[in-house]
C-alpha cells in the first residue's frame, strides 16, 4: 500500500494517469521516496511529473526495456527534450527533468548504465553498452567522463542514422566534417573541443572492435588549442578575500561553505574531490588530507595547511549537523544529512561567487586561481601538476602562461629597443 498515493495525488484522473504510464507503480513509489527525504510537496507533484514524462517517451523510444537505465536517461535529456512536442502535463525544464531522473536514479541504485539486459535493449543500447566497458577497462576512465562520451557518442549516432540503421562500416570523413560543422555554432571552443575528442575516442573503439576501417579517427577535424588563446582568468588576493566577507561564519551552512572554499582555493581541490571526501580522509595527527580517486583515478596526499585544516574543524564541531553519514559534507536541507554531490558543491560555491560580486568563469576560476599562485609562488609545473592531480603536463602548462614575472625573465629584447 502506498500511503503517497492518497495524500499527494488527490485527483482521481492522475492516479489513473499514472497508473496507466509506462513506469506505473514506480511513480507513486518514487512519491514515497522524496517525501521520506523531506521534499516539499510541490517539488514531489513537479519531480513526479517530470519522472512521467520521461515514462511516456520510454513507451516508444525503448518498449521493451524492463529496467530504467542512465543511457535511457542521457537520451531522454539530450536527445528528446531538443525537440519535445509532448503535452501538458509533461515538464519540458532541463533541469527539472535532470534532477528529478537524477533522484529516479539514485532510487533505483542505478548511477550507470545497467550491463545486464543487452538481449532486449536496442542497437545503440548494445553499442554503447561495450563503448562504456571499453571505457573502464581499457582506457580506466572515471564514471562522469564515461557518461558524457556516451552521450556525445549517442547524439552522433542519432545525427548520422536517424532512423536507426546503423551502417557504422561506411562512416567516412565527410560525416565527421558536416558533424562538427552543424555543432560549432552553439557551443564554445572548448566544448567543441571536448565534443570532438569525446568523438574521436568513440571511434577509436569502432576501429578497435572492427566495426570500421582502422585510421578513421586520425579524420576528425582538430579544434584550436589554448595557445592561440588569451590566459585563463584567475582571482586575485583581495578578490578570494572577498568571498570570506560575504560568508556567515556563524551558521551551519556558513561553517560548511568557508570549508568548501578553503579546499578549493587553499588546495585546488575540484567540486567532485569536495563532494567525495570522508572523514577518515583526514588525518589529523599527521596533519594531511587523502583525496580519493578522483578524475584521474589515482589517490593523491595532500598537506593540510593550517587556514584549510582550523576551517575543517570548525565545520566538523560546530556546523555538521548530527548523521550517521561519513562524508565531509552533507545537505543542511532536503535531503538533510546526506552528502552533498557534486553539484550541490558547484552550486554552494556559485552562490557565495554572486554575494561577492564575482561573475563568469564558474566554480573551476578558483582552482585557476591556486594553481597560478602556487606556480607564482616558485612551484615547478610538476610540483603544480602533483598537487592538482593532473596527469598530463601540457594540461598544467597554462599556468606558466599567468606567471608573469617568470615569463619576463626568458624573454628576449626587441631588436633596437632597450636593453
Same mark, same amino acid.
Given at each position: 500500500? =502506498?500511503?503517497?498515493?492518497?495524500?499527494?495525488?488527490?485527483?482521481? #484522473?492522475?492516479? +489513473?494517469?499514472?497508473?496507466?504510464? *509506462?513506469?506505473?507503480?514506480?511513480?507513486?513509489?518514487?512519491?514515497? #521516496?522524496?517525501?521520506?527525504? *523531506?521534499?516539499?510537496?510541490?517539488?514531489? !507533484?513537479?519531480?513526479?511529473?517530470?519522472?512521467?514524462? =520521461?515514462?511516456?517517451?520510454?513507451?516508444?523510444?525503448?518498449?521493451?526495456?524492463? &529496467?530504467?537505465?542512465?543511457?535511457?536517461?542521457?537520451?531522454?535529456?539530450?536527445?528528446?527534450?531538443?525537440?519535445?512536442?509532448?503535452?501538458?502535463?509533461?515538464?519540458?525544464?532541463?533541469?527539472?527533468?535532470?534532477?528529478?531522473?537524477?533522484?529516479?536514479?539514485?532510487?533505483?541504485?542505478?548511477?550507470?548504465?545497467?550491463?545486464?539486459?543487452? /538481449?532486449?535493449?536496442?542497437?545503440?543500447?548494445?553499442?554503447?553498452?561495450?563503448?562504456?566497458?571499453?571505457?573502464?577497462?581499457?582506457?580506466?576512465?572515471?564514471?562522469?567522463?564515461?557518461?558524457?562520451?556516451?552521450?556525445?557518442?549517442?547524439?552522433?549516432?542519432? #545525427?548520422?542514422?536517424?532512423?536507426?540503421?546503423?551502417?557504422?562500416? @561506411?562512416?567516412?570523413?565527410?560525416?565527421?566534417?558536416?558533424?562538427?560543422?552543424?555543432?560549432?555554432?552553439?557551443?564554445?571552443?572548448?566544448?567543441?573541443?571536448?565534443?570532438?575528442?569525446?568523438?574521436?575516442? =568513440?571511434?577509436?573503439?569502432?576501429?578497435?572492435?572492427?566495426?570500421?576501417?582502422?585510421?578513421?579517427?586520425?579524420?576528425?577535424?582538430?579544434?584550436?588549442?589554448?595557445?592561440?588563446?588569451?590566459?585563463?582568468?584567475?582571482?586575485?588576493?583581495?578578490?578570494?578575500?572577498?568571498?570570506?566577507?560575504?560568508?556567515?561564519?556563524?551558521?551551519?551552512?556558513?561553517?560548511?561553505? &568557508?570549508?568548501?572554499?578553503?579546499?578549493?582555493?587553499?588546495?585546488?581541490?575540484?567540486?567532485?574531490?569536495?563532494?567525495?571526501?570522508?572523514?577518515?580522509?583526514?588525518? #589529523?595527527?599527521?596533519?594531511?588530507?587523502?583525496?580519493?580517486?578522483?578524475?584521474?583515478?589515482?589517490?593523491?596526499?595532500?598537506?593540510?595547511?593550517?587556514?584549510?585544516?582550523?576551517?575543517?574543524?570548525?565545520?566538523?564541531?560546530?556546523?555538521?549537523?548530527?548523521?550517521?553519514?561519513?562524508?565531509?559534507?552533507?545537505?543542511?536541507?532536503?535531503?538533510?544529512?546526506?552528502?552533498?554531490?557534486?553539484?550541490?558543491?558547484? *552550486?554552494?560555491?556559485?552562490?557565495?561567487?554572486?554575494?561577492?560580486?564575482? &561573475?563568469?568563469? @564558474?566554480?573551476?576560476?578558483?582552482? !585557476?586561481?591556486?594553481?597560478?599562485?602556487?606556480?607564482? +609562488? @616558485? /612551484?615547478?609545473?610538476?610540483?603544480?601538476?602533483?598537487?592538482?592531480?593532473?596527469?598530463?603536463?601540457?594540461?598544467?602548462?597554462?599556468?606558466?602562461?599567468?606567471?608573469?614575472?617568470?615569463? +619576463?625573465?626568458?624573454?628576449?629584447?626587441?631588436?633596437?629597443?632597450?636593453?
Amino acid at each position: 500500500m =502506498f500511503v503517497m498515493d492518497s495524500q499527494l495525488f488527490r485527483r482521481e #484522473w492522475s492516479r +489513473r494517469r499514472m497508473a496507466a504510464n *509506462g513506469l506505473g507503480i514506480i511513480l507513486f513509489r518514487y512519491a514515497d #521516496w522524496l517525501c521520506e527525504r *523531506g521534499y516539499a510537496r510541490n517539488t514531489i !507533484h513537479q519531480y513526479t511529473q517530470a519522472v512521467e514524462h =520521461f515514462g511516456q517517451w520510454r513507451e516508444t523510444a525503448h518498449p521493451f526495456s524492463s &529496467k530504467v537505465k542512465a543511457t535511457e536517461v542521457d537520451e531522454f535529456l539530450s536527445v528528446h527534450l531538443a525537440h519535445c512536442a509532448c503535452v501538458v502535463p509533461a515538464v519540458r525544464s532541463r533541469n527539472t527533468c535532470r534532477a528529478a531522473l537524477a533522484r529516479l536514479l539514485a532510487m533505483s541504485g542505478e548511477d550507470e548504465p545497467d550491463r545486464g539486459e543487452t /538481449a532486449v535493449c536496442g542497437p545503440e543500447d548494445v553499442l554503447l553498452g561495450a563503448f562504456d566497458r571499453h571505457m573502464e577497462e581499457v582506457c580506466g576512465l572515471s564514471v562522469a567522463t564515461r557518461r558524457y562520451r556516451r552521450r556525445y557518442a549517442l547524439e552522433f549516432l542519432r #545525427w548520422r542514422f536517424p532512423h536507426s540503421r546503423y551502417d557504422i562500416g @561506411g562512416l567516412c570523413a565527410c560525416d565527421f566534417f558536416g558533424y562538427a560543422q552543424s555543432r560549432a555554432e552553439g557551443l564554445k571552443r572548448e566544448s567543441l573541443g571536448v565534443l570532438v575528442v569525446s568523438l574521436r575516442a =568513440f571511434t577509436r573503439f569502432l576501429e578497435f572492435e572492427g566495426f570500421c576501417r582502422h585510421g578513421l579517427s586520425a579524420v576528425w577535424p582538430s579544434v584550436a588549442r589554448w595557445r592561440t588563446s588569451p590566459p585563463k582568468a584567475v582571482l586575485g588576493g583581495e578578490e578570494v578575500g572577498r568571498l570570506d566577507d560575504v560568508i556567515d561564519s556563524a551558521s551551519p551552512t556558513g561553517l560548511r561553505d &568557508k570549508a568548501i572554499l578553503r579546499l578549493i582555493v587553499g588546495l585546488g581541490l575540484r567540486c567532485s574531490e569536495v563532494a567525495a571526501l570522508r572523514l577518515e580522509d583526514v588525518d #589529523w595527527r599527521a596533519g594531511t588530507l587523502l583525496v580519493g580517486a578522483g578524475k584521474q583515478r589515482r589517490e593523491r596526499l595532500l598537506p593540510l595547511p593550517t587556514n584549510v585544516g582550523k576551517a575543517l574543524a570548525d565545520y566538523l564541531h560546530k556546523g555538521r549537523p548530527q548523521t550517521p553519514c561519513r562524508f565531509v559534507m552533507v545537505c543542511h536541507r532536503i535531503p538533510f544529512g546526506e552528502a552533498m554531490t557534486r553539484e550541490r558543491v558547484r *552550486g554552494a560555491v556559485r552562490r557565495v561567487m554572486t554575494r561577492a560580486g564575482l &561573475k563568469g568563469g @564558474g566554480t573551476h576560476v578558483l582552482r !585557476h586561481s591556486f594553481a597560478t599562485m602556487l606556480h607564482n +609562488r @616558485g /612551484a615547478s609545473l610538476k610540483e603544480v601538476a602533483d598537487v592538482l592531480g593532473h596527469q598530463s603536463p601540457d594540461t598544467t602548462a597554462i599556468y606558466a602562461r599567468v606567471n608573469l614575472p617568470q615569463l +619576463r625573465t626568458v624573454a628576449r629584447p626587441w631588436p633596437g629597443g632597450p636593453s
